[in-house]
């Protein structure tokens, strides 16, 4: 699973507000972490149930407060499901609209998944929304609130901001399309064994006329994501993904569930620069070094150059080796990678 190394923007009492008592706060960080450990189940109960993965992880953000609302945590009730007359399970009481109001308590997190899904697909008055196009989540989250689902008046807003924001809906994309070849890779290859030898690059040139790291997939180690249809890798344990043609950091960012100005600083590039074909780009933080150790310097090669194809962050190649950012390298150079 892809690490989510993110700058910490607080978003409660902004937009994304629970309806539920919470313990605490929660941020983007808390977010992104909720969309990478639940996406599996959800893509899982729309195979089964036909409800839009993308509006299951919204609902479970907005109603768990991202797993955080004691709701959540005492009664693993990510879904605000209320105990109804049918109800013979477990029960938790919360104040929500009235005090003390009786809430469905699960054994487990799983459970609550299943239960939101019966619960939608076993009721009349939720039956309109399973004639709906189920790549539609804004008629899905608008009929949410039609039928009563929510009392908060912007409950459809909310959601439709969250899956937007976040780029949720790919959840649904990667049902849509599971019999794309690269979907069982992309949701169920294991990690393999990782390797510590870079392989040797062919030289691409990018619009500033410097050597930038190129590499194929079957240079690395595959790792499993389960919202983006891209292929991840790995190298000297960092995630990466390989550009592809047109690629920018945004649509890259917003493909990965990461912020733009992240994925630069992850990769040590400019507020300009763009991805060529085939470049690695980094989706979490490079390592602080790497087994390999010495790395001797070709023609053409730049700092940032070895940074990228080793995977060690470039302040600390450059702090091993007492240079600046803008010192000049020359072929035959010994640049440390480790302490």
């Known amino acids: 699973m892809i690490k989510k190394i993110l700058t910490i923007v607080c978003l409660v009492g902004i937009m994304l507000m629970p309806t539920r008592t919470v313990f605490g706060q929660y941020n983007e960080q808390d977010i992104r972490d909720y969309i990478a ?13 036909k409800i839009p993965a993308s509006i299951t992880i919204a609902q479970g953000i907005f109603e768990s407060a991202c797993g955080k609302s004691r709701l959540a945590v005492d009664g693993n009730n990510h879904f605000g499901i209320k105990c ?8 938790i009481l919360i ?35 399973f ?14 609130k039609q039928d009563g689902y929510a009392t908060n008046p912007q409950y459809a807003d909310r959601l439709i901001s969250l899956i937007e924001r976040f780029n949720i809906a790919h959840l649904d994309t990667l049902w ?16 393999v064994a990782q390797t510590t030898k870079p392989t040797t690059p062919s030289p691409t040139v990018n619009n500033s006329n410097q050597i930038i790291f190129t590499a194929i997939g079957s240079d690395y180690p595959t790792d499993a994501s389960p919202f983006t249809y891209r292929k991840v890798f790995k190298n000297n344990n960092t995630y990466f993904v390989i550009a592809e043609k047109g690629d920018t950091y945004e649509k890259i960012a917003q493909d990965i569930l990461v912020m733009s100005d992240n994925l630069r600083k992850f990769n040590d590039a400019g507020p300009n620069d763009e991805p060529v074909e085939n470049e690695i780009v980094y989706v979490e933080a490079k390592a602080r070094g790497n087994a390999a ?15 990228q194809r080793y995977g060690v962050q470039l302040r600390y190649i450059l702090k091993y080796n007492m240079l600046e950012e803008n010192s000049i390298i020359h072929p035959g150079d010994q640049i440390l990678l480790r302490r």
Not at 99 to 124: A, G
Not at 131 to 144: F, P
């Open 84 to 91: 109804h007359t049918e109800w013979t399970g477990d029960t």
């Open 176 to 191: 849509k399309n599971k019999e794309h070849p690269d979907f069982n890779n992309v949701t169920t290859t294991q990690p």
């Open 37 to 49: 450990q639940y996406a599996e189940v959800a893509i899982q109960k729309m195979e089964e149930y």
């Open 131 to 144: 004639e709906l196009d189920i790549m539609d989540y804004k008629a899905w989250a608008k009929t949410l």
């Open 95 to 129: 104040d929500d609209d009235e005090l003390q109001e009786c809430f469905r308590r699960y054994p487990s997190v799983s459970d609550s998944y299943t239960d939101h899904s019966l619960f939608l697909t076993s009721r009349k008055r939720y039956s309109n929304l």
């Open 293 to 307: 150790r010495i790395h001797t310097v070709q023609s053409g090669e730049t700092l940032r150059y070895i940074s």
